[in-house]
């Protein structure tokens, strides 16, 4: 048996189709069935029901689900205790990340960090969709998590296992190209039940996308959309809207540069943006020593006071 197959099958498990969870882990499509088949073989069931779309677990695969989370949870944490003990002449501080913080947030951030108190060991950034991100923690791969939070919205990071500290704060809006003469939104909200709006929105991993959708605003505005596009990057679908595909939301700290420039407008009212949160997620149990030096230097701060050389910089982003 290979800890890579309880991988896959966690893999397969989050995202429902083959082709996705082997493009996420990073193998062909036949090899990652081989392997889940050989899990199959390996536990001696059917772990997943293939006659529709999504895949869906059987009852073993319902039954193994929470072993198969256990066991890698308890491998990594096994694996960094015997790091630990061994005294790794280098600490490495694990972060996941959305895709959009750790390009719009995550570097200026950790540069505020710094000017507080040199960060020691290496820090190590991977970002992902919010799916990815969340199992990434609850395997134990990363030591904490920078997201985007709302708080109509749910995740699997139970508060029993996890607490987070607030970051900062951002806006959700929609946004399209103007139209010709400038004056004016090409796709604006609400549109109409006869001319329903191309809507560029984001896939169900996305973290901004589950944001969207238990906002409900779309629902509330009784918007007329048609999905043409979806994707879990906001700068596809940011770039999909500035080539005039259709209507987008996104993080106002991205859209700075392209409504100053005016190649994409508001689509609607201010009654349609959603107020967001960027949080700083940890597990509650104990973590290396340089992980929790971080924390403590992270965690008593107010970070809606911008530090003065926060203050100066054009290009800090949050």
Known sequence: MDAAWLEDFLALVDLGHFSRAAEQRCITQPAFSRRVRALEEWVGAPLFTR??????LTPAGERFRPVAEETLRRLYQGREAAREAGRMAAETVRFASTQTLSVSFFPNWLRTVESFESVQGTIQLTAAHMAACEQMMLRGEAQFLLCHDHPSTTHMLAPDQFRSIHLGTDILLPVSVPRPDGTAPLFALPGRPDAPLPLLTYTGESGLGRILASARVLEQSEASVRPVF?????????????????????????????????RLVRAASAATDIPIEI??????ARQSPAAERLWALVAGRDWDVPTPDAAEDPDSGA
Do not use: F, K, N
């Open 279 to 284: 949080r700083l997620y940890r597990p509650r």
């Open 230 to 262: 979806a994707s879990h990057l906001t700068s596809v679908l940011v770039a999909m809207a500035r080539d005039g595909r259709g209507l987008a939301w996104a993080p106002l700290s991205i859209l700075g540069d392209d409504l100053e420039r005016g």
């Open 51 to 56: 006659d529709a779309l999504p895949v869906t």
